[in-house]
């Protein structure tokens, strides 16, 4: 069973009906347990991550992420990935889950470049597992990225940045875009993620 992980920061119905279109079973939980017990975790998330933590703590949801992201296959979308990463400066400053090292910035004000970033972006991959390809693309939303950081494995540019569009640790894959959204190819990405096996060994 899959767990998508309902922490009223997500895009759920759009994720749920991309695995149903995969003929996958999902469950979408706001229960610890329940997700300690998926065989895989998808982490969506849309928003601010002020929010997102605050709803993660209120929600006793942060240890169960944790050990998900480190312990099982785990995607996460988006926020989703963001928040796996050390600290964010949106709303100020926030400190998030620290699973990945590294840190969230806010895109630079550039003229011709609107932020939020919306729509299709190239990436340029160098994913060992091949979830993503170089020259694939795929479709953002969003005014922060990640740096890049040890454990990138694909980058895109926007507004004279070149930042992290996927990551992966072990069985743990995250990305900036939104595979749900993303057509065909989104599609083969949450194939992948169903039917990989584990990493030989974690990292």
Request: aromatic share 10%.
């Amino acid at each position: 069973m899959i767990a998508i992980v309902d922490y009223h920061a997500g895009n759920l119905t759009s994720v749920r009906l991309a695995f149903q279109t995969l003929g996958c079973a999902t469950l979408v939980t706001s229960s610890p347990d329940e997700i300690r017990a998926a065989d895989r975790v998808v982490f969506p998330g849309v928003g601010a991550a002020y929010a997102a933590m605050e709803n993660l703590r209120t929600m006793e949801l942060v240890e169960a992420v944790r050990e998900a992201a480190v312990t099982k296959p785990f995607l996460g979308i988006c926020l989703g990935m963001q928040i796996l990463f050390e600290h964010s400066e949106e709303d100020g400053g926030v400190d998030l889950l620290g699973v990945l090292p590294g840190r969230v910035r806010r895109f630079p004000n550039v003229p011709g470049c609107k932020v939020p970033e919306i729509g299709w972006n190239e990436i340029e991959a160098n994913d060992p597992r091949g979830f993503v390809q170089t020259y694939e693309e795929y479709y953002f939303v969003h005014s922060y990225y990640a740096e890049l950081n040890p454990c990138t494995v694909a980058t895109a540019e926007y507004a004279g940045v070149n930042f992290t569009a996927a990551v992966r640790k072990g069985d743990l894959f995250a990305c900036q875009f939104h595979p749900e959204k993303s057509g065909k190819l989104g599609l083969k990405l949450l194939r992948n993620f169903i039917h990989t096996p584990l990493a030989v060994g974690r990292s």
